[in-house]
């Protein structure tokens, strides 16, 4: 009976680890359009089988919201999603939704949730759960200040510039 609990176990697992593959599949780290900590996102990207609850994971340690993202489908993880409390009028919705101070449906026909994090131009994000997946990069793959992001061209694969 111990053996086959085992089994069943191992299976499970094995199981959970072909299904959950998400992925960190663009950032921008450095933004020419806001200041850093209010413009900086990141992009996840279910490259499981399965529907994955990202409440379960965490970038750099900080929960990173309540959404449900479903096989081959993204989420942007947006520093500021609108803008809050600080001295500035700057945020994620500013920038690339439509400045009305709300992310709703007339800003983009995507999924967005606001996360803790701080990006640098030479820094290794982590997203953990089960298991981690990181990303490093630095600031001579390119992306700083120019308005542009740094992107994953293979899903499945490595770190890739």
Same mark, same amino acid.
């Given at each position: 009976?111990?053996? @086959?609990?085992? &089994? ?15 992925? &960190? ?7 020419? @359009? ?7 996102? &990141? ?20 929960? &990173?919201?309540? @959404?449900?993202?479903?096989? @081959? ?42 996360? *803790? ?12 759960? *089960? ?31």
């Amino acid at each position: 009976m111990k053996k @086959q609990m085992l &089994i069943l176990l191992t299976i499970v697992f094995i199981v959970r680890l072909v299904a959950a593959d998400m992925v &960190i599949s663009e950032v921008m780290y450095d933004p020419n @359009q806001a200041s850093d900590t209010d413009a900086e996102w &990141i992009e996840l990207y279910n490259n499981g089988s399965t529907i994955e609850n990202v409440s379960n994971y965490r970038i750099d340690g900080a929960s &990173i919201g309540n @959404q449900v993202l479903f096989p @081959q489908e993204f989420l942007v993880v947006a520093r500021e999603l609108v803008d809050g409390s600080d001295t500035d009028n700057e945020s994620f919705e500013s920038v690339w939704g439509n400045n009305d101070g709300l992310w709703n449906s007339s800003d983009g026909n995507y999924k967005v949730t606001e996360g *803790t994090f701080s990006l640098t131009s030479n820094d290794t994000i982590v997203l953990s759960s *089960t298991l981690n997946n990181t990303l490093s990069y630095d600031s001579s793959w390119g992306a700083s200040g120019n308005g542009k992001t740094l992107a994953k061209i293979n899903l499945s694969g490595g770190n890739t510039k």
